[in-house]
């Protein structure tokens, strides 16, 4: 089996916005920034669990739905003096198609 | 016997790798080449200025006849290549020309892409590549009339400048919500729009073509939201794709474009490929600069240098319409991690932002002053160390230290008819006028003399503004809070500079009130979308991803990430088809908890959002709609039975908080809204402790406002009393709409009516018949868009990209 997996096209994924993907340890979101960069990760807020695939995107960062923490897209890191991290999964992005690192995509437990 | 070589396309790429390969001897080739365009080979990207009639054809050609002749050049010009066989060596032309080679070169560059729309075949649809595109557009553009052109990309933007300039009515369609989204940000595209527009080229930006109209020729066009344009040509500029279907056909490795490898040969060590057909480490190029590139590279291969390699190329844009100026560099999709340096100048126009990624920049946005563009392109290519000079980086490479950015710029360019204070309907020149004239020198001598800033006071900030702005030095006005780190502004500022400087759109906002940050932040985006939402009712288009999740996705959101579902249930009653509908939705869709509100409606708890749409379109069946129980904006009217029931009832309670929430639901404010009618003063339905509450007495209706019952316990005020329920109405959809034109973002009414006090809000709304009117005229404006059921469009479809997950892997095993 190839190491990425095409999970959509980059079009389908809304500028400042994001992307569900379902997967066997659990959703994955998928955010576009304001520049078109594409970012990865597991859709739960390292504080509570809130799904960040619901958040507000502004610049490399995602705001949780729930209580506001700000997560870096980037890494994962929340913000700020928040701590915690969202796992993040490797995205790459080829001829328009975006494609997940199989490993964490089909990964049973983040 | 020199060797042959074989080059089949006639443009730029191909004519760079021929200069490059006679510069160098000695020569071990013979050339020729095969071109489908009738001519020598000119500069396809100067057909802009040919088109604008700023040059002539001949002002562009790069290789005249006895340039061709000078290198021993065969030249066969119009004949297009339609067959390599790599077994023979040979290529033949659609006329039967037939040539041989030793080497190969494929330069076959790009096709426009057509969308692939009803009527895109009709006379009048043009693309925009080669000369004889420029030809038709000229011809048609000799008659006047009108041109639509379809993308507002680079290339679309330069044939809707030209067909301008050649005296034609020009529409420009751009699928995306700003123009040339590739290379510029937001921030740019709306400086740049403004400047198409300036010039009297109309842009239409989220604008879907369905259909290119007419029966033996192009009239017009027609939009997904059944708009009609007429037109008299079509220009279809949506993109380019690279040609590659000849290499493709004789067997060499093609995906998007031909493939090449650093030594820019295909499959086929013979051939070669180079421009805008090729595909190099997965990029296909639109651009001439890497085209040059590449050329370097195959002369280099071909005169035998095995060594010579193309690693990929970086590259900077620039818009050739005369007047504008505009630079973009870098891929914005490699700036992850990416740090923001950006500088507006409003007065000018200016606005400049550089992406630094481990103190390097990795990407630069020019806007109205390009002079360092070639200076940062420098740095980003050279992949520089800018940390030393981070801090003036972005005021270029001939700052020298001193004054910089004036704060008060945005105020300085507002022209003096602009209306600073709107309860008085006091502009700026007649402040600077006082000031001037009678020496004033305090904000309340500006006040006496003005009344600027006299009634509710939210523009005190922006009248203290002009008065910095006249009287320099010798005034220093009170810090304000700022909406939040992006600007220095406050609300109030905002909201007062939106109106008097006609600001439309939050790229307008960011740009014309000097945003310190690109995009903005969670904070400022949502408000600011509200502010433009309630100041231009009947022009925003609402930007859902500048709100929270629960108002664009018309849901609350749960701690466990499922939603919960209200049904509007008017003034609190409901019915046995309603209650069925909702039973039966709460069984169908498994919906674990059902529960009464203290709205006087019902909860249902615990929905997924997938089946969100579904839901919604079962209730809406049974006559429900959206009980905006997630919004700023109207919530509940809670009602008790009043006359109709009740032994104490002096009014029809229940009648009259229908008839309220009938006429003022869906209507957004700075923060919820919650009201109540009771029947008398028993008070049944809490009316004293909501944001607007009605006593029925029975002289009439109490009303009152400014109540709470959340983090903070407020009993309401009393506004007024009024006889009549149609005066009741007008009086709380007026009070509803001055809170909506002077709350904060996030401010509850209560918060409001603290800061500009209950008398002035009673100053207008109760004692002014006029302006009261006024209020309430403009938020029946702002109802006709509100008052869609935005369940009814979402069942329907809308935003269903953020329903429905892109992919689902959930069940997939993992590779051992
Ligand atoms: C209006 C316009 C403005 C532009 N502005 C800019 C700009 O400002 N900056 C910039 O960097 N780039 C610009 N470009 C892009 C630039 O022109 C291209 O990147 C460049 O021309 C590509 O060179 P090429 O040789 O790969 O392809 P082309 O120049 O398109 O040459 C390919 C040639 O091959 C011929 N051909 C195709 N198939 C066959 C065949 N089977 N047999 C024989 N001949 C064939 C075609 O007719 C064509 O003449 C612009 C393009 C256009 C159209
Ligand atoms: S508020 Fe008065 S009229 Fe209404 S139900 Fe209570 S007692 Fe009756
Ligand atoms: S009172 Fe607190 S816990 Fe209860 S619903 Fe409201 S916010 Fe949630
Ligand atoms: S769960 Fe994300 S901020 Fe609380």
Redesign the pocket.
């Known amino acids: 089996m190839s190491e990425w997996i095409d999970v959509g096209a980059v079009d389908d994924v809304p500028t400042l916005g994001s992307r569900v993907v379902q997967a066997p340890g659990g959703d994955i979101a998928v955010f576009k920034a304001a520049d078109g960069t594409l970012f990865a990760l597991r859709d739960r807020c390292p504080h509570k669990g809130g799904p960040l695939s619901q958040g507000m995107v502004h610049g490399h960062s995602v705001t949780c739905p729930l209580h506001n923490w700000v997560i870096s897209l980037k890494t994962g890191e929340a913000q700020g003096a928040d701590h915690g991290c969202a796992h993040k999964i490797p995205l790459r992005v080829e001829g328009g198609r975006i494609l997940l690192a199989a490993s964490t995509l089909l990964a049973r437990a983040a | 016997m020199p060797k042959k070589l074989v080059v089949?396309?006639?443009?730029?790429?191909?004519?760079?790798v021929l200069e490059e390969f006679f510069e160098r001897a000695p020569r071990p080739y013979e050339a020729t080449i095969?071109?489908?365009?009738p001519r020598v080979n000119y500069n396809?990207?100067?057909?802009?200025p040919v088109?604008s009639g700023e040059k002539a054809y001949e002002d562009i050609l790069i290789h005249d006849d006895a340039w061709y002749e000078t290198n021993g050049i065969t030249l066969h010009r119009g004949?297009?290549?339609?067959q390599i066989d790599r077994e023979a060596k040979r290529v033949t032309?659609a006329d039967g020309t037939t040539a041989d080679y030793d080497k190969l070169l494929i330069?076959?560059?790009?096709?426009p892409f057509v969308v692939p729309i009803p009527g895109v075949n009709l006379p009048g649809v043009v693309t925009?590549?080669?000369l004889d595109d420029v030809n038709t557009m000229l011809a048609v553009a000799r008659m006047g009339g009108r041109a639509v052109v379809i993308g507002g990309g680079?290339?679309g933007l330069?044939?809707a400048a030209g067909l301008k300039a050649q005296g034609m009515d020009v529409t420009v369609l751009h699928l995306m919500p700003t123009l040339m989204e590739r290379q510029l940000d937001p921030s740019a595209g709306y400086l740049l729009q403004r400047e198409m527009e300036e010039r009297g080229i109309a842009v239409r930006c989220r604008a879907n073509t369905h259909a290119v109209l007419g029966e033996t020729h192009v009239t017009g066009v027609k939009l997904d939201d059944g708009t009609e344009l007429p037109a008299d040509v079509v220009v279809m500029a949506v993109g380019i794709r690279p040609?590659a279907t000849?290499a493709k056909e004789a067997g060499l490795e093609t995906n998007r474009g031909v493939l090449v490898g650093d030594d820019m040969r295909t499959s086929d060590p013979d051939v070669f490929s180079?421009?805008?057909?090729v595909e190099h480490r997965g990029i296909c190029?639109?651009?001439?600069?890497p085209?040059y590139e590449m050329a370097k590279v195959v002369a280099a291969q071909l005169s035998g240098d095995g060594k010579a390699v193309y690693t990929g190329s970086v590259?900077a844009?620039?818009?050739?319409v005369t007047g504008i100026d505009l630079f973009s560099a870098g891929d914005f999709n490699e700036a992850k991690d990416g740090q923001d340096i950006v500088l507006r100048d409003v007065a000018r126009g200016i606005y400049k932002r550089i992406v630094l990624k481990e103190n390097r920049i990795v990407g630069a946005v020019l806007y109205g002053e390009t002079a360092d563009g070639s200076w940062f392109f420098d740095l980003m290519r050279k992949e520089a160390d800018v940390s030393a000079m981070r801090d003036t980086l972005i005021f270029g490479q001939s700052y020298g230290g001193g004054s910089s950015l004036d704060p008060a710029a945005t105020v300085a360019a507002l022209p003096n008819d602009a209306e600073i204070c709107g309860c008085n309907g006091v502009c700026k020149g007649k402040i600077v006028q006082t000031i001037n004239d009678k020496g004033l020198s305090t904000l309340a001598d500006v006040r006496a003399h003005t009344k600027a800033s006299a009634s509710c006071g939210t523009c005190t900030g922006l009248v203290e503004q002009v008065m910095a702005l006249t009287l320099g030095d010798r005034f220093s006005r009170a810090a304000t809070e700022p909406m939040c780190g992006c600007t220095d502004l406050g609300h109030d500022e905002v909201r007062r500079l939106i109106r008097a400087a006609g600001l439309k759109s939050i790229p307008a906002v960011m740009q014309e009130l000097g945003w310190k940050t690109s995009c903005g932040c969670a904070k400022c985006r949502p408000a600011l979308n509200y502010y433009l939402l309630c100041d231009w009712p009947e022009e925003y288009e609402d930007d859902g991803r500048s709100r929270y999740i629960n108002e664009r996705i018309h849901a609350n959101i749960q701690k466990d990430g499922t939603y919960s579902v209200v049904p509007r249930m008017w003034g609190g009653l409901t019915n046995p088809r309603e209650l069925r509908a909702i039973a039966d939705v709460a069984e169908k869709y498994d919906i674990p908890t059902v529960k009464v509100t203290g709205g006087q409606r019902i909860d249902l708890l615990g929905v997924r959002k997938e089946d969100l749409p579904a839901v919604w379109a079962d209730l809406n069946e049974a006559g429900m709609v959206s009980g905006h129980a997630y919004a700023k904006g109207l919530r509940t009217v809670k009602t008790c039975v009043g006359t109709e029931w009740c032994r104490f009832g002096t009014q029809d309670s229940t009648g009259l908080g229908v008839r309220i929430e009938r006429f003022m639901w869906g209507s957004w404010t700075p923060a919820k809204v919650k009201m109540g009618v009771s029947g008398c003063p028993r008070n049944c339905a809490e009316a004293t402790c909501k944001d607007v509450g009605v006593i029925c007495v029975d002289s009439g209706f109490e009303i009152h406002f400014a109540g709470a019952a959340g983090l903070h316990i407020k009993g309401t005020q009393l506004l007024c009393k009024v006889a009549g329920e149609d005066e009741c109405l007008e009086v709380i959809v007026a009070l509803t709409q001055l809170y909506r034109e002077q709350g904060h973002y996030l401010e509850r009414m209560y918060k409001w009516a603290d800061r500009v006090g209950v008398d002035a809000i009673r100053a207008i709304v109760v004692e002014d018949r006029e302006k009261r009117r006024a209020l309430f005229e403009r938020f029946e404006i702002s109802q006709r868009k509100a008052q869609i059921d935005p369940w009814a469009e979402r069942a329907a479809g809308r935003d269903a990209h953020e329903f429905d997950p892109m992919a689902n892997f959930s069940l997939a095993e993992a590779a051992e």
């Open positions: 089949i396309g006639n443009g730029m790429a191909a004519g760079r095969f071109g489908a365009e396809r990207i100067m057909l802009s088109l004949k297009q290549v339609v032309a330069a076959t560059g790009s096709v925009y590549r080669d680079l290339l330069e044939a040609n000849l180079v421009g805008e057909c190029y639109g651009l001439v600069a085209l590259t844009t620039k818009l050739k």
